[in-house]
């Protein structure tokens, strides 16, 4: 059974930062271009960041570009999301999946949410003015 767990979130002062965690078990994520993406009430899922499989290359939204910074360690099966600068816009659910459809190492440009699988929960990030 896969199963992804994104953790990290919490609420933040504006200018603070937070680093998100997402682990998986049941599959391997060292092969997969991995995503993250936010989603707040009433507005579609906004595609922020994706790194390839082996972390060489890395993709961001322009709403989040310069402020956060997306890495992974393959040999924990975890990818990270560090967010720094935040801002109350940044307020969201924080989602992490992984690259299903072939090539599945590769993050395509613009990033396109159908190509991936294996979503978690979320993690709740909340910035206060």
């Known amino acids: 059974q896969v199963q992804v767990v994104e953790s990290g979130g919490g609420l933040v002062q504006a200018g603070g930062s937070l680093r998100l965690s997402c682990t998986a078990s049941?599959?391997?994520?060292?092969?997969?271009?991995m995503g993250w993406f936010r989603q707040t009430p009433g507005k579609e899922r906004e595609r922020i960041s994706c790194?390839?499989?082996?972390?060489?290359?890395?993709t961001y939204a322009d709403s989040v570009k310069g402020r956060f910074t997306i890495s992974r360690d393959n040999a924990k099966n975890t990818v990270y999301l560090q967010m720094n600068s935040l801002q109350p816009e940044d307020t969201a659910i924080y989602y992490c999946?992984?690259?299903?459809?072939?090539?599945?190492?590769?993050?395509?440009?613009?990033?396109?949410?159908?190509?991936?699988?294996?979503w978690g929960q979320g993690t709740q990030v909340t910035v206060s003015s």
């Open positions: 999946a992984a690259r299903l459809t072939i090539p599945t190492g590769v993050c395509a440009s613009p990033l396109v949410e159908a190509d991936f699988r294996f």
């Open positions: 049941g599959v391997t994520l060292g092969a997969r271009a």
């Open positions: 790194i390839n499989w082996s972390g060489d290359v890395t």
